[in-house]
């Protein structure tokens, strides 16, 4: 197959990277994480799962779909009908939009154990008014996490006491610079189903906890009654339960994973798939916990904007009506199971995991994984493909464009292996460098 042909798009990048630091505002929407040098970087145009970039170029995307945002997909018809009508009827006022309101009802309606909602704009950021709302509720310091939570001083500071204890829990290289020292010891790790690391922190900091927080589900399936003995821990203890929803949520049905999975936390956080790619998050939680966020102040001109309020609340109706978890579901275990069909077929040793709606594979072979994702990725490219070794689901997919992803991720597996058996690097197939897998400084 001929070489990748850059264009304005790889261009641009090399201009971003000068006067942007890092190059753009998320670090999974860095090139470098895909195609080093490589990767087409921007699109003019996107609609369901087609990316249109600079050069006019088509692509399907089966990687992140707006990075988990686009449960719907690009340009929903109806989701971006109910933004303009909030844009033509002005999305900006001094005084408030209904649909704060309407929403939060909903998400009442959807999560009974709620009592309370609040906004913010991004995911990351309404985790720091969890951590906050949390600590003001119950008068303590301490929390304990598991998983990534954004990059706010709260969260970063997990590494001021022992600089990699973010490395397994959500990527290596985050130095905790510009946090203030004294934050040291306040957020404090542990690890998805290890019960027992849980516990030997709540005895060892027993009366300081203000929350626990965690994504109820991500990549593995709960074990032992892992959420049900945190959730009576936490009750005990009168610690707050926050459930990261931001990611989770709205991929296993209406709302929360946790509805799904029996658990109910005193405070959940949504993004992502809550809004279809507009620019909200929703922290929602038990009423009395709720109440505490009256006697701190969190407030902002922008979380009452109504365009994204708007264009929630449509999405929130159509997932609803479309059944939209049944389809990310179908999709997901269609991908994954692909995946290692053909990976068998080759006689090529993949590793999958993730929840249905989620998935991700990783290529265990002679060469370092990151080189067979990169090849993957530079391969799908050239057959019009936005891929990474990570399957997002969303609506906007169908049975007929995973069948075609899968036949040309097997035409790519294939490769690899005739590349093994002739005795070459697919290292040395690569037509740039390798693609990064954690956080640094960009040269
Ligand atoms: C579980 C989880 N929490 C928090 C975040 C941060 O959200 P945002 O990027 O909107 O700030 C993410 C984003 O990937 C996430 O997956």
């Not at 970087?41 to 779909?65: H, P, Q």
């Not at 708007?310 to 978890?325: C, F, H, I, P």
């Not at 080759?346 to 072979?365: A, D, Q, S």
Request: aromatic share 10%; net charge neutral; glycine share 10%.
């Amino acid at each position: 197959m001929s070489k990748i042909i850059t264009g304005k798009g790889q261009k641009l990048y090399l201009k971003a990277k000068k006067i942007i630091p890092g190059g753009t505002q998320l670090l999974s929407k860095r090139p470098e994480m895909f195609l080093p040098d490589l990767w087409p970087a921007y699109y003019s145009k996107a609609k369901g799962c087609k990316i249109r970039d600079l050069d006019d170029r088509e692509y399907t995307d089966v990687s992140y779909m707006g990075i988990g945002a686009n449960v719907l997909g690009y340009a929903h018809d109806e989701v971006d009908a109910a933004a303009k009508k909030a844009i033509e009827n002005g999305g900006m006022c001094t005084l408030n939009s209904p649909e704060e309101v309407y929403l939060a009802e909903e998400l009442l309606r959807l999560h009974p154990w709620a009592g309370g909602v609040r906004y913010a704009k991004a995911g990351g950021e309404a985790m720091a008014l969890a951590a906050r709302i949390a600590r003001a509720y119950t008068g303590k310091d301490i929390i304990l996490f598991c998983g990534y939570h954004g990059w706010h001083d709260w969260y970063l500071s997990a590494n001021l006491s022992d600089k990699n204890a973010l490395n397994d829990q959500h990527i290596a290289g985050l130095a905790p610079l510009g946090v203030p020292s004294g934050l040291a010891g306040t957020n404090l790790p542990f690890h998805y189903n290890n019960f027992e690391e849980f516990h030997a922190l709540t005895e060892m900091h027993r009366g300081k906890i203000a929350a626990i927080i965690m994504e109820p589900i991500r990549n593995d399936l709960p074990e032992n009654d892992f959420l049900q003995k945190i959730r009576q821990t936490a009750s005990m203890a009168g610690i707050v339960l926050v459930f990261d929803e931001i990611t989770s949520g709205f991929r296993l049905c209406a709302g929360g994973s946790h509805k799904v999975l029996g658990v109910e936390p005193d405070i959940a956080v949504f993004a992502k798939g809550l809004t279809n790619g507009y620019p909200l998050a929703a922290i929602i939680g038990r009423g009395d916990v709720m109440e505490a966020s009256q006697d701190t102040f969190i407030s902002s001109t922008f979380y009452t904007e109504r365009i994204a309020l708007a264009a929630t609340l449509k999405n929130v109706e159509l997932y609803q009506k479309y059944r939209v978890w049944e389809k990310q579901t179908e999709y997901g275990r269609m991908v994954q199971e692909g995946w290692k069909e053909k990976a068998e077929q080759y006689g090529l040793k993949i590793e999958t995991g993730g929840i249905l709606p989620l998935g991700h594979f990783t290529m265990k072979g002679k060469e370092d994984p990151l080189v067979y994702k990169t090849f993957f990725t530079q391969e799908m490219l050239k057959r019009g493909y936005i891929a990474s070794t990570s399957f997002y689901a969303s609506y906007s997919h169908s049975p007929e464009i995973i069948n075609d992803y899968i036949e040309n991720t097997g035409a790519v597996f294939k490769e690899i292996a005739s590349i093994n058996a002739n005795g070459h690097t697919v290292e040395s197939n690569l037509e740039g460098t390798v693609c990064h897998s954690g956080f640094g400084r960009l040269i």
